[in-house]
Protein backbone atom coordinates (compact mmCIF):
# COMPACT_ATOMS: atom_id res chain seq x y z
CA UNK A 1 0.00 0.00 0.00
CA UNK A 2 1.25 3.81 -0.85
CA UNK A 3 -0.40 6.78 -0.43
CA UNK A 4 0.27 10.86 -0.76
CA UNK A 5 -1.17 13.80 1.08
CA UNK A 6 -2.04 16.71 -1.19
CA UNK A 7 -3.76 20.09 -0.89
CA UNK A 8 -6.47 21.03 -2.99
CA UNK A 9 -5.81 24.64 -4.21
CA UNK A 10 -9.20 25.14 -6.77
CA UNK A 11 -11.45 28.07 -5.56
CA UNK A 12 -14.49 25.76 -6.83
CA UNK A 13 -12.93 22.72 -4.87
CA UNK A 14 -13.35 18.95 -6.72
CA UNK A 15 -16.77 19.35 -8.99
CA UNK A 16 -17.95 16.81 -11.40
CA UNK A 17 -15.25 18.14 -13.86
CA UNK A 18 -12.20 17.01 -12.19
CA UNK A 19 -14.03 14.52 -10.63
CA UNK A 20 -14.55 12.63 -14.35
CA UNK A 21 -11.78 12.60 -14.95
CA UNK A 22 -10.01 11.10 -11.52
CA UNK A 23 -12.01 8.19 -11.77
CA UNK A 24 -11.44 7.43 -15.58
CA UNK A 25 -7.71 7.65 -14.43
CA UNK A 26 -8.39 5.44 -11.39
CA UNK A 27 -10.41 2.59 -13.43
CA UNK A 28 -6.91 2.25 -15.62
CA UNK A 29 -5.69 0.87 -12.83
CA UNK A 30 -5.87 -3.17 -10.93
CA UNK A 31 -5.05 -1.58 -7.64
CA UNK A 32 -8.17 -0.10 -5.09
CA UNK A 33 -7.62 3.61 -5.27
CA UNK A 34 -9.10 5.54 -2.01
CA UNK A 35 -9.54 8.63 -1.45
CA UNK A 36 -8.99 9.49 2.65
CA UNK A 37 -11.31 12.93 3.17
CA UNK A 38 -11.46 13.62 6.76
CA UNK A 39 -11.21 10.26 7.73
CA UNK A 40 -13.66 8.78 5.72
CA UNK A 41 -12.38 6.79 2.49
CA UNK A 42 -14.32 7.02 -0.96
CA UNK A 43 -13.65 5.07 -4.23
CA UNK A 44 -11.81 7.12 -6.53
CA UNK A 45 -13.24 4.79 -9.75
CA UNK A 46 -16.58 6.35 -8.88
CA UNK A 47 -17.20 9.71 -9.70
CA UNK A 48 -20.66 9.40 -6.88
CA UNK A 49 -18.32 8.28 -4.37
CA UNK A 50 -15.58 11.32 -5.10
CA UNK A 51 -18.80 13.86 -5.62
CA UNK A 52 -20.25 12.35 -2.36
CA UNK A 53 -17.05 13.45 -0.43
CA UNK A 54 -17.72 17.04 -1.03
CA UNK A 55 -14.44 17.73 -1.46
CA UNK A 56 -13.82 21.78 -1.11
CA UNK A 57 -10.64 24.48 -1.41
CA UNK A 58 -8.17 24.02 1.14
CA UNK A 59 -9.34 20.50 1.59
CA UNK A 60 -6.47 17.69 2.62
CA UNK A 61 -6.67 14.47 0.70
CA UNK A 62 -4.62 11.17 1.13
CA UNK A 63 -4.72 8.84 -2.19
CA UNK A 64 -4.54 5.28 -1.02
CA UNK A 65 -3.56 2.59 -3.48
CA UNK A 66 -2.79 -0.46 -2.79
CA UNK A 67 -2.64 -3.60 -5.23
CA UNK A 68 0.08 -4.47 -8.06
CA UNK A 69 0.04 -1.89 -9.79
CA UNK A 70 -0.38 0.38 -6.75
CA UNK A 71 2.99 2.68 -7.30
CA UNK A 72 1.95 3.87 -11.23
CA UNK A 73 -1.80 4.03 -9.79
CA UNK A 74 -0.49 7.13 -7.17
CA UNK A 75 1.65 8.42 -9.77
CA UNK A 76 -1.02 8.81 -12.40
CA UNK A 77 -3.71 9.78 -10.11
CA UNK A 78 -1.51 12.33 -8.44
CA UNK A 79 -0.64 13.23 -11.59
CA UNK A 80 -4.45 13.49 -12.93
CA UNK A 81 -5.05 16.03 -9.97
CA UNK A 82 -2.39 18.87 -11.30
CA UNK A 83 -3.71 18.39 -14.74
CA UNK A 84 -6.97 19.69 -13.75
CA UNK A 85 -5.64 22.33 -11.83
CA UNK A 86 -6.62 21.15 -8.15
CA UNK A 87 -2.80 21.65 -6.98
Known sequence: ???QTITIKNAEGLHARPAT???KSA??????VELDVNGNK?????VLNIMSAGIKNSTQITVICDGVDEENALTGIV???QENSLL
Open 1 to 3: MVS
Open 21 to 23: EIA
Open 27 to 32: TKYTAT
Open 42 to 46: YNAKS
Open 79 to 81: KTF
